[in-house]
Structures are given as C-alpha cells and as structure tokens.
C-alpha cells in the first residue's frame, strides 16, 4: 500500500506563554489551578476514549461472528445463474451514449461525465496465496435465452493472469458507485493480444464505452486515461496526447504494436479506458516504460486492434489465428556456464509429438537463439498458424536440427 500524508497547513503555537510580548503574567496559583484543570480534562478524556474503544470492539466482534454465522460475504454481488454453455449474444452501447451533439465534447469534464462509469475497477485472487488489481471497461451487454442477462468487461490478460499463464481462481469487479460483482465467467484470454473478455451476470443497469476507430488518430490528439491506478485510486483521471501511433515494443517476449501517450499511467491502469474527445474508447491502457526518471511514457492497445479480439472471443471463446506448438517449454540453467537453456517440459498428443520428444533443449528457433521463456515466445509471437519453424535441439548429446508445425491455439 502506498504512502501518504495530508496536505494540511502548519497549525500556529497554541498557549505558548512569550508568543505575545504584551501578553499578561499570570500569578503562580492561576497557572497551578489551570494545570490542575488541565490534567483533570486530560484524565476524563483518556478513560472516556477507552469507554468509547471497549464498545468498538464488541461491536466489531459481535458482527464478525453474526456474519460467520449467518454465511455473509463481504462482497455485496448480484450473481444470478451462470451463463449456459450457448455464445451469448452482444448488444454494444447505442450511438447516442457517449457521442455528443456536433462531434467533440467542449471539455475533458463533459468526456469524463460521459465515461467515467464504464472503467471499473478489478481485484484478483490467486488461491488466496496473492492478489492484484487493475482495470477494465465494461464494453457491452449480452443476453441468454434472448433475456438481458449481464454485461462484458474487456482488460488485460496479464491482469487476470500469473506469470505463469494461471487464471485467477477470484475476480470481483467494482463499479463508480461502489457495487461490486463477481465475475461469472471469463469468455476467453488471448495472452498474444494481452486481451481477456469477463462477464458478470446482473440485472442492474451498467454503462458500457462505444469502441472508437484508432486508424483515425493523428500525433498530438487529445486523449483521456481513466483507471485505477496502485490499486486503489479507482476512476483516477489523467490526460494527454498521442505521442506515437504504432510503437513497436516487447514485453516478457511477446511483440506490440501500441498507441504511445505521455497521459499518466502507473501500476493498476492496465485494463482501463484511453478515449478520445468524442468519449469513445481508443486504447486499452496495457504498459508504461518504467525506470528511475522516466515519465510520460505509457501504452495503449490500439481499439481497432483490441475490438477485432474481442469479436473473436465473444464469439469463438478464442481469438482466432494465434500460433501454438503443443508443447510446454520450461527453462533449466547451467551453473557452469551461468547460461540458462528452454527445454520440452510436455508435449501434446497429436502436436509436433512426432519430432519433439520430452528434455530437448532448444538452442534455436528461426535462426534466433533461445535462452529464455520470453526468447520462446519472441520468435513464436512472430509465426502464424500454418508455418513451419526451423529449430536446432539438443538430444542428450546430439545435435539435431528439426522442423516445428505451427497451429492455430483454439482456447
């Protein structure tokens, strides 16, 4: 948790006897009958705010064991059933709902007003041994049985995600007005993207954003990031403008093509809205370039970009032509040598389990030297499904070259 202090204004000297130099002396038993008053003031106080404390605390303990007993969770979530295994349908925000009349908002407050309650916050539990939190932007609602049934919140996969690729076992998402929801599924994760879909199934009434056309920025547009950033400061504000259009970076080796904005984004934005004037959604806020120094330089998934995987996963549960090998690589390190190796930890049957066996070890993909889980996943960010990858393995003491089949990752 983060630090802070009030921002209030030194007090003045009270009661100091020289403050004032045409202040009058008091006589020795004026100063001893108020020291004698004082201390009586000061005794009261102090058995009167342990009276107070004793009646706290009974009443804290009292209402912990009610709500052990009583099964209350401090989670006030409005879940009904879970969805069906049928695709849900997608209704997103009308056309009227965030554009104002002749275009552009006059003011960053009229675009605030107008979006504010579409970023949410989201807390994430990892079997209850860690936690996280970001943001999202509620995109939209979706019926079951053609019944109104819930809504979708698009964020990050990295925010409901471990660096091991595990889902969190927990996710509440926490809207503008307090509420929080469970979420009761998750449509799909598309960790090439960095893209996840969640629902949440509730009768209540949400405001969703209306995606915007990315292709129409230009350099030096004004642009709005709503979020939470450290965690708790939801619906934090900042602005700025684009600063690049198609900025290519890397992040834990998979390959970005990304907005560019030097709006403020700190730990916890990611998932949250970047929107243009028009209050229409533009970015997905997903990285900052974090260094000592180094400000005003934060990431956006381009909308376009980020619409296009979110169609795919509301509708498949997947984002359509991403690669995958069928297999599971971990990385061993040679204490000798101080260098680290990627292995074939498992292999999927019926993928690339022809010419791949359990402990290869790949020097090489593509010409490109693999040492490292984010090495892996560089060269394979980089294929598309149908490809073919040339790798040099190492087979106990063999050297071997062979070729890896590129697939489409269908979950």
């Keep these: 948790m983060a630090d802070y202090i009030y921002n209030e204004f030194p007090n003045e000297p009270e ?27 000061v005794v009261s106080a102090f058995f009167a705010t342990l009276l107070i404390l004793f009646v706290l605390l009974g009443t804290i303990v009292i209402n912990k064991i009610d709500g052990k007993l009583s099964g209350k969770s401090s989670v006030d979530s409005l879940i009904f059933s879970s969805p069906s295994e049928q695709t849900p349908s997608f209704t997103p925000p009308s056309e009227e709902a965030s554009t104002p009349q002749g275009g552009e908002f006059e003011s960053i407050s009229e675009v605030v ?10 807390k994430t539990t990892f079997n209850s041994k860690s936690a ?16 109104n049934a819930g ?40 960790s090439y993207g960095d893209i996840a ?15 915007g056309n990315s292709n129409s920025l230009v350099l030096g547009q004004e642009v709005i990031a709503i979020g939470n950033p450290l965690g708790e400061l939801g619906g934090s504000i900042s602005n ?44 997905i806020v997903n990285a900052k370039s974090a260094g000592l120094g180094i400000e005003g330089i934060g990431f956006a998934i381009p909308s376009n970009d980020a619409k296009a995987i979110v169609e795919d996963i509301i509708e498949f549960g997947y984002a359509k032509g991403r690669p995958f090998l069928g297999i599971t690589v971990s990385t061993i390190s040679d204490t000798l040598s101080l260098n680290s190796y990627v292995y074939v ?26 040492h490292t889980l984010n090495d892996f996943r560089a060269v394979l960010s980089k294929t598309k499904p149908g490809d073919t990858i040339s790798a040099e393995i ?8 062979v070729n890896i089949a590129v697939y489409e990752k269908l979950s």
């Design 345 to 370: 930890h498992d292999l999927t049957k019926g993928y690339n389990d022809n010419n791949l066996q359990v402990q290869d070890i790949i020097l090489s993909m593509n010409g490109v030297d693999v």
């Design 197 to 211: 879909v969640l629902m949440i199934n509730t009768k209540d009434s949400l405001t969703g954003a209306r995606f």
């Design 113 to 122: 007003y107008s979006v504010k309650d579409s970023v949410v916050e989201i």
């Design 15 to 41: 009661d100091n006897e020289n403050f004032f130099d045409d202040k009058p002396k008091r006589s020795a038993d004026e100063i001893a009958h108020r020291r004698n008053n004082t201390l009586l003031i």
């Design 240 to 283: 700025g403008i684009i600063s690049a259009l198609d900025r290519e970076i890397e992040i834990d080796g998979n390959v970005y093509n990304l907005l560019q904005t030097n709006a403020a984004i700190n730990a916890g934005n990611s998932g949250g809205g970047l929107f243009n004037m028009k209050g229409e959604l533009i970015g």
């Design 151 to 190: 809504y979708y919140v698009v964020t990050n996969a990295h925010v409901i995600q471990d660096d091991n690729g595990n889902t969190s076992s927990n996710i509440v998402i926490k809207t503008t007005d307090g509420k929080e929801y469970a979420v009761s599924s998750v449509r799909g994760i598309d």
């Design 132 to 147: 996280s939190a970001g943001s999202g932007v509620i995109i939209g609602s979706y019926k079951l049985d053609g019944v």
């Design 394 to 401: 190492k087979r106990g003491n063999e050297y071997i070259t």
